[in-house]
């Protein structure tokens, strides 16, 4: 079903323009524009770039090629220098100056995944571009990521940032569901739409949803998952949300529907919830929880479950043995796409489900190439709503960070570097039966 749209919600916003969020942008730019200062900041960077291993890039500046890696490789990328500041955004702030120049319009590439996808096969690269002189800049960084910590002020503000940007940007990219997570494609000819129902149906499956329960939803988003368990499965949904603009828009589609009176529309942060309820779903909100909150956001999962409830939770995940490091850096994502986000792994996430909570795990499934997949559908519409876009007002510095913030995800979950997960979480009383073999969809 086609939500209303956002016309029909809210009031036309003002236009969106994009400025960088620090000084160290202008800095980094700065260095790159003294002549001398920019042929050394190009030796040091080119040097770097020498070390990758895994696929091959070629840097291309006023003619001149720079090829880097395997002649043959699987993956080929291609950068073309169009602003010599470039080099200084990159030397000084490393993954993020190279955002930041991107953006800027300091270079450009024909497969800007393929770029992130040969830095993201090449780590140790990558970590040797974070230090030298990209450390000077990190200590700021960081005090503003300190800043977007997670408390209760913080998460509203936090949630604001992202998904408070206009709903009419949302409906430009997203399919008709309005789904804003990894769905799951069970065919090759499934469309992007198909396969978010796919998704929505085999959580239900999971958690065995009946007409009797009561479904708790942690993170709103449009109102497509609480919509389709009430209507599918015919239980009470209640479901919360911290974005005014998400509330407003579920609201009005409960209305459209005739389901007020089966789904609970709140706009309260998770760590004040109350209630018992006998099944919890959460899809890709625990992000925006934080490492500090992680066992506070599943102690109160488990408190609002009856003695024999199940959680069904996903989670975009980050490799175990990349975590610690994660959690110490701050990446282009933090920065300037989800302030205060943070990407958990499975083991930190089973871990603390086991010391602070009566839950165990009964199911998981990874398919984070399914996420590359729908980012890559998400790309495709966003460019071809590029027109658009800029008609209602996002100006050219918004529309190439949030095509770097889909290509730089895009690259990650090809390589594994993150991937997407569902955990099926039990409370000691669940009788669920093993979940074998394909669902139905």
Same mark, same amino acid.
């Given at each position: 079903?086609?939500?209303?749209?956002?016309?029909?919600?809210?009031?036309?916003?003002?236009? #969106?323009?994009?400025?960088?969020?620090?000084?160290?942008?202008?800095?980094?730019?700065?260095?790159?524009?003294?002549?001398?200062?920019?042929?050394?900041?190009?030796?040091?960077?080119?040097?770097?770039?020498? %070390?990758?291993?895994?696929?091959? $890039?070629?840097?291309?500046?006023?003619?001149?090629? @720079?090829?880097?890696?395997? *002649?043959?490789?699987?993956?080929?990328?291609?950068?073309?220098?169009?602003?010599?500041?470039?080099?200084?955004?990159?030397?000084?702030?490393?993954?993020?100056?190279?955002?930041?120049?991107?953006? @800027?319009? +300091?270079?450009?590439?024909?497969?800007?995944?393929?770029?992130?996808?040969?830095?993201?096969?090449?780590?140790?690269?990558?970590?040797?571009?974070?230090?030298?002189?990209?450390?000077?800049?990190?200590?700021?960084?960081?005090?503003?990521? /300190?800043?977007?910590? *997670?408390?209760?002020?913080?998460?509203?503000?936090?949630?604001?940032? @992202? +998904?408070?940007?206009?709903?009419?940007?949302?409906?430009?990219?997203?399919?008709?569901?309005?789904?804003?997570?990894?769905?799951? =494609?069970?065919?090759?000819?499934?469309?992007?739409?198909?396969?978010?129902?796919?998704?929505?149906?085999?959580?239900?499956?999971?958690?065995?949803?009946?007409?009797?329960?009561? $479904?708790?939803?942690? %993170?709103?988003? /449009?109102?497509?998952?609480?919509?389709?368990?009430?209507?599918?499965?015919?239980?009470?949904?209640?479901?919360?949300?911290?974005?005014?603009?998400?509330?407003?828009?579920?609201?009005?589609?409960?209305?459209?529907?005739?389901?007020?009176?089966?789904?609970?529309?709140?706009?309260?942060?998770?760590?004040?919830?109350?209630?018992? +309820?006998?099944?919890?779903?959460?899809?890709?909100?625990?992000?925006?929880?934080?490492?500090?909150?992680?066992?506070?956001?599943?102690?109160?999962?488990?408190?609002?479950?009856?003695? *024999?409830?199940?959680?069904?939770?996903?989670?975009?995940?980050?490799?175990?043995?990349?975590?610690?490091?994660?959690?110490?850096?701050?990446?282009?994502?933090?920065?300037?796409? =989800?302030?205060? %986000?943070?990407?958990?792994?499975?083991?930190?996430?089973?871990?603390?489900?086991?010391?602070?909570?009566?839950?165990?795990?009964?199911?998981?499934?990874?398919?984070?190439?399914?996420?590359?997949?729908?980012?890559?559908? /998400?790309?495709?519409?966003?460019?071809?709503? @590029? %027109?658009?876009?800029?008609?209602?007002?996002?100006?050219?510095?918004?529309? #190439?960070?949030?095509?770097?913030?889909?290509?730089?995800?895009?690259?990650?979950?090809?390589?594994?570097?993150?991937?997407?997960?569902?955990?099926?979480?039990?409370?000691?009383?669940?009788?669920?039966?093993?979940?074998?073999?394909?669902? *139905?969809?």
């Amino acid at each position: 079903m086609r939500p209303p749209t956002a016309s029909t919600v809210l009031p036309p916003r003002k236009p #969106r323009t994009h400025a960088m969020k620090s000084s160290s942008s202008s800095f980094s730019a700065n260095l790159g524009t003294n002549g001398l200062t920019a042929n050394i900041l190009r030796r040091g960077v080119l040097r770097q770039l020498a %070390g990758l291993r895994n696929g091959q $890039l070629v840097v291309i500046e006023r003619g001149e090629r @720079h090829v880097f890696g395997k *002649n043959n490789a699987l993956i080929q990328a291609e950068i073309h220098i169009l602003d010599s500041a470039a080099w200084g955004m990159v030397a000084s702030n490393g993954s993020i100056g190279a955002g930041e120049a991107f953006i @800027h319009g +300091y270079w450009t590439t024909p497969d800007l995944t393929a770029v992130v996808r040969v830095f993201v096969s090449n780590l140790d690269v990558l970590d040797a571009m974070e230090g030298g002189v990209a450390r000077l800049t990190r200590p700021f960084i960081h005090a503003l990521h /300190w800043l977007n910590r *997670n408390t209760r002020e913080g998460s509203q503000k936090n949630i604001a940032a @992202h +998904y408070d940007l206009g709903n009419t940007l949302f409906e430009q990219f997203l399919d008709p569901t309005m789904m804003y997570s990894a769905a799951q =494609f069970l065919s090759e000819d499934d469309t992007l739409e198909q396969a978010q129902l796919n998704k929505l149906e085999r959580i239900c499956q999971k958690l065995a949803l009946k007409p009797e329960d009561h $479904l708790l939803e942690i %993170g709103t988003g /449009w109102g497509s998952m609480a919509i389709y368990a009430a209507q599918h499965y015919g239980c009470r949904v209640t479901t919360t949300t911290l974005s005014r603009e998400q509330f407003a828009y579920t609201e009005q589609r409960l209305i459209e529907l005739g389901l007020q009176e089966r789904v609970t529309l709140l706009l309260t942060d998770y760590r004040d919830l109350t209630g018992e +309820y006998d099944k919890l779903v959460s899809i890709e909100m625990i992000e925006a929880v934080g490492h500090r909150f992680l066992p506070t956001y599943f102690k109160q999962c488990a408190n609002l479950l009856k003695s *024999n409830g199940m959680m069904l939770l996903q989670a975009i995940t980050i490799r175990e043995q990349r975590y610690a490091q994660a959690k110490r850096n701050v990446d282009f994502i933090q920065r300037y796409i =989800f302030p205060g %986000g943070a990407l958990p792994s499975v083991a930190k996430m089973l871990d603390i489900v086991g010391s602070d909570t009566d839950m165990n795990l009964l199911h998981m499934e990874d398919f984070g190439l399914h996420y590359a997949r729908t980012l890559r559908l /998400w790309h495709d519409n966003f460019k071809h709503a @590029h %027109g658009k876009l800029a008609e209602l007002g996002y100006d050219e510095h918004f529309l #190439r960070l949030w095509e770097f913030y889909l290509c730089y995800c895009e690259g990650g979950f090809l390589e594994r570097t993150i991937g997407t997960a569902q955990l099926l979480l039990a409370k000691p009383d669940a009788l669920r039966e093993p979940l074998l073999g394909r669902f *139905n969809a």
